[in-house]
């Protein structure tokens, strides 16, 4: 069965338990604009505890991924006089929401990216758990070199790249192709094209659907928490999600699966 809903500027489909999220207006293209960044929050929230949905693909239409955020509405907030500062962090924030919500969704998120990634579309694609590019897909860190900080997606850049690496493809507004982006570590393969990008998806899928959606959900926590939890802090979480799971149905079903040397429900 598939099932899909239609913006003006997103199309959501959903099939055999994954979601594919495409920004569809390719003609701009595929701004992160404000109806963008609703949409796809709507969309998030309404599976975020929907463990029939297993994963997630985020991907561009007309071959461009995304172009970053929609710069003649920066003008407009240029043009706000007194209010502009503060209508600009009000922005900044919702983008911040935005970029954390696809960092911390519950199920396995997935960036095909082909064309230009570039600002704040780089940083939906850091945001997520694994990114495929095809090898002439074009990064860009541009926000340097237009006067402004790369403000709410350098804490997912510099999670995929590390301290140094991120720090000067960020300053200096670094161009990448998808080859260059595999070789540092942003991107997780580099294929040929669309149709390779399309093969390396279903083998990410298949991966996906054997393990078990609650755990999957769990252990991105658990990853997440490593980075700001004080140890004594973080072994109790752990032990939690732990003891949860082990009484919980996907526990019980996983061990007597092992034993009885057989698929697990979840198992495709």
Not at 77 to 94: F, P, R, V, W, Y
């Amino acid at each position: 069965m598939s099932d899909a809903s239609t913006t003006s500027a997103v199309l959501v489909a959903q099939k055999d338990g994954w979601m594919t999220i495409t920004l569809n207006q390719p003609e701009k293209r595929n701004p992160l604009t404000g109806e963008v960044i609703a949409e796809i929050s709507r969309v998030l929230r309404d599976v975020q505890d929907d463990r029939s949905v297993r994963g997630i693909t985020f991907t561009g239409a007309g071959g461009v991924f995304c172009a970053g955020g929609d710069l003649k509405s920066f003008q407009q907030i240029m043009a706000g006089g007194d209010e502009a500062e503060t209508i600009a962090q009000k922005i900044s924030l919702e983008a911040a929401a935005f970029f954390g919500m696809i960092a911390n969704q519950p199920q396995v998120t997935i960036a095909l990216v082909e064309g230009a990634a570039m600002a704040g579309g780089l940083g939906m694609a850091s945001a997520c758990d694994f990114v495929v590019a095809t090898q002439d897909a074009k990064f860009a860190f541009t926000e340097t070199r237009i006067g402004l900080p790369p403000a709410q997606i350098a804490q997912y850049v510099t999670k995929r790249l590390g301290y140094q690496k991120a720090k000067k493809m960020l300053v200096l507004g670094s161009k990448l192709t998808g080859v260059e982006a595999f070789d540092i570590g942003l991107v997780d393969e580099a294929v040929a094209d669309q149709a390779a990008l399309e093969t390396a998806e279903a083998d990410l899928k298949q991966q996906v659907l054997a393990c078990a959606p609650d755990a999957v959900a769990a252990t991105k926590q658990v990853v997440e928490e490593t980075l700001f939890l004080e140890q004594e802090e973080l072994r109790q979480s752990a032990a939690a999600h732990f003891a949860r799971a082990i009484v919980g149905e996907e526990g019980q079903e996983g061990v007597k699966s092992f034993l009885q040397k057989r698929k697990p429900s979840w198992a495709p």
